[in-house]
């Protein structure tokens, strides 16, 4: 999901968000706050948490939770950082086209809640296409940026020109 890895991309640069991987396998999903824990319950589509504000319970969990983030590896997201992709879309292939990528962005995200009927690949093809903007030119700025490979866009270009969305 290009958004919201994009995003969680602007959170880790700006310090806000860090993630960590581990290879142990943790036993529960933990909300952890300094004044609850709750563990959240799956069982089919339905999920709940249960939940404790024990202080010496959270106090344990608290640590023990710190404790293996700081033993972990720090995870790198291979999406780049949305405000990267808009600046460097601006900057690379011009205003008109950043403009018009976060038009489509935005119309997403309004009729689609929470899914990306398009990938940013498609996305930024069908928008070089309205702007007259290169394959050359778009796919190179997306392997820079490090969205995908010029062979991506390559592979996506052919297959929008097979299905009579561009020409």
């Given at each position: 999901?290009?958004?919201?890895?994009?995003?969680?991309?602007?959170?880790?640069?700006?310090?806000?968000?860090?993630?960590?991987?581990?290879?142990?396998?943790?036993?529960?999903?933990?909300?952890?706050?300094?004044?609850?824990?709750?563990?959240?319950v799956t069982v089919g589509d339905s999920a709940a948490g249960l939940g404790s504000d024990d202080e010496a319970f959270v106090r344990t969990v608290t640590d023990?939770?710190?404790?293996?983030f700081e033993e972990s590896e720090q995870f790198a997201l291979r999406t780049p950082a949305l405000s990267a992709v808009r600046a460097s879309l601006e900057a690379d292939l011009g205003?008109?086209?950043?403009?018009?990528?976060?038009?489509?962005?935005?119309?997403?995200?309004?009729?689609?809640p929470g899914r990306e009927p398009l990938d940013e690949v498609t996305t930024s093809l069908l928008v070089a296409a309205k702007n007259d903007v290169l394959l050359y030119d778009v796919s190179k700025w997306g392997e820079d940026v490090g969205i995908a490979s010029k062979a991506t866009?390559?592979?996506?270009?052919?297959?929008?020109?097979?299905?009579?969305?561009?020409?």
């Amino acid at each position: 999901e290009f958004l919201l890895a994009s995003s969680a991309a602007d959170l880790v640069a700006s310090g806000v968000l860090k993630l960590r991987v581990t290879g142990d396998r943790t036993e529960n999903a933990l909300l952890v706050t300094e004044e609850s824990v709750t563990a959240v319950v799956t069982v089919g589509d339905s999920a709940a948490g249960l939940g404790s504000d024990d202080e010496a319970f959270v106090r344990t969990v608290t640590d023990a939770c710190r404790t293996a983030f700081e033993e972990s590896e720090q995870f790198a997201l291979r999406t780049p950082a949305l405000s990267a992709v808009r600046a460097s879309l601006e900057a690379d292939l011009g205003s008109q086209m950043r403009a018009d990528f976060d038009t489509v962005l935005d119309s997403f995200r309004e009729a689609h809640p929470g899914r990306e009927p398009l990938d940013e690949v498609t996305t930024s093809l069908l928008v070089a296409a309205k702007n007259d903007v290169l394959l050359y030119d778009v796919s190179k700025w997306g392997e820079d940026v490090g969205i995908a490979s010029k062979a991506t866009f390559s592979r996506t270009k052919s297959d929008l020109e097979e299905n009579g969305l561009i020409e």
